[in-house]
Structures are given as structure tokens and as C-alpha cells.
């Protein structure tokens, strides 16, 4: 809820869809999410009495599905939707129980949105795989105990400073042509792992870079044009140039 009252000061509404993990919010607080009105889909702690009673389940009671993504190893499934109690929760909640996609036991999707497809639910939770792939990237890549393993950081100092240097990666991506996609790694390699020439003049700060095939790609996105000076540089201007 911390996390809905921040979304809700920031936008001024309600955030439409949340999608978590089913360690991280108690069945208590997702009724909370409920009575707001909000979207959520999770996964379902699985205990052996609810297990055993999805393997006593008639075949009849499964429906077929194929999953939309074509180069899932996994094409062909099957699923259980059905409206269920939990303890610690007011009302009823649906649940999708889904087999066939390579897991073991077969996971369990919660939802308190009744008119959405199944499929859809379960496309939109696993989105968030996604998501927690790209922080992972970054957090490898930024993350400052495994640049030098000798100097240790408070948590939140490292994870503030992985933020940001993500943000200005994101940043720098939007600038280069074609590259807006482009992971944190790449474009280290390719355009900030670089060599050149800086030249302090009495009126500006002259950046030049050596030979490189991604050269174009910079001049391209001039990334000196408009760059206001900087204090801690004198308040000299910055310009760029390459071969």
C-alpha cells in the first residue's frame, strides 16, 4: 500500500494493474488492493492439500490453451479457472491454476479481475519476468561491490547510485540512433570505454574522440549541443568532436 499512496501522489489516481510477487504481500493487504478498485494478479502459495486436489481434478475440468508467445519451448497447456477463499482475505478471488507450460508443481495465478481472458492474466504476470530481467542486468553491471570488491557500500547508498547510473544509460540510449533498446553493457563497450583527447582552453573544454566505428552514431546524436556548462567544470562549455 506504501507503494499505491506514492503512485497515486505522483499521478494523482490509483495505478491500474499490479502485478507482485505472492512473497510480498500478505492476503490481508491484497484485500486492501481490492477495496481500492485496483487490478492485481499474483501467484498462489502452494501448500500439499491444494495440490492434491488439482491431480484429483477430472479431466473435463481442464481447458486447452496455446500459449501466444511461438518460441516458447512449451506451446500447448491447459488450465483450471475457478473462483476461490483465501485465510486472512474478505471475499472471494479467481484463480487460475495452469499445467503444461514446463513447471512443477503447476503455478497458480490470482486475480481479483473476472472479465479478463485467462491467458491475459497470465501474459501480464509474466511480463514482470521481464522486468526483473533488465534490473538484473544492470545491477550486475553497476553494482560497485563487484566493480571492487574491497569497498563495501551501505545498501541504499548502492542502490541509489545504481538508479541513477541507470537512468543516465536509459538516457544515453535515447540519444543514439537505433540503439534505444540497447543494454547498459553495450553501450559501456561501445561508446563510454573509449579513448581520446580532452583539451582545457580559456574558453572551453574540447573533448576529441580516437577512430572508432560508432563515431558517426555520436556525431550524429550531438551530445554537446545545447549542454549547459557545468560548475564543477568552471562553467566551461563542452564540445565533442571525432575523426
Request: with cysteine; proline share 7%.
Amino acid at each position: 500500500m506504501p507503494f499505491v499512496e506514492c503512485w497515486q501522489a505522483i499521478t494523482g489516481h490509483d495505478p491500474q494493474w499490479l502485478s507482485f510477487d505472492s512473497k510480498l504481500v500478505p492476503y490481508a493487504e491484497l484485500s486492501r488492493v481490492n477495496a481500492r478498485g485496483i487490478g492485481c494478479v499474483t501467484m498462489r502459495r502452494q501448500g500439499a492439500a491444494l495440490l492434491r486436489r488439482l491431480q484429483a481434478l477430472l479431466p473435463t475440468a481442464w481447458r486447452r490453451a496455446v500459449s501466444p508467445n511461438p518460441k516458447r519451448r512449451h506451446q500447448q497447456g491447459r488450465y483450471v479457472d475457478e473462483r476461490t477463499t483465501r485465510r486472512g482475505d474478505t471475499g472471494t478471488i479467481r484463480q487460475v491454476a495452469v499445467d503444461g507450460l514446463g513447471h512443477l508443481p503447476p503455478p497458480l495465478f490470482l486475480a481479483n479481475n473476472c472479465d479478463a481472458r485467462a491467458r491475459d492474466l497470465i501474459t501480464r504476470y509474466t511480463g514482470r519476468h521481464g522486468v526483473e530481467d533488465s534490473l538484473g542486468i544492470s545491477i550486475h553491471f553497476f553494482h560497485l561491490a563487484w566493480r571492487a570488491s574491497e569497498g563495501w557500500l551501505n545498501v541504499d547508498v548502492d542502490v541509489a547510485l545504481t538508479v541513477l547510473a541507470h537512468g543516465g544509460y536509459r538516457w544515453l540510449a535515447t540519444q543514439l540512433h537505433g540503439l534505444d533498446q540497447a543494454k547498459p553493457k553495450q553501450l559501456y563497450r561501445q561508446f563510454v570505454a573509449t579513448g581520446g583527447q580532452v583539451a582545457i582552453q580559456a574558453d572551453q573544454l574540447g573533448g576529441h574522440f580516437d577512430k572508432r566505428a560508432h563515431n558517426p552514431i555520436l556525431r550524429e546524436a550531438a551530445l554537446d549541443k545545447g549542454c549547459p556548462p557545468r560548475p564543477w567544470l568552471h562553467n566551461l562549455p563542452l564540445t565533442f568532436t571525432s575523426p
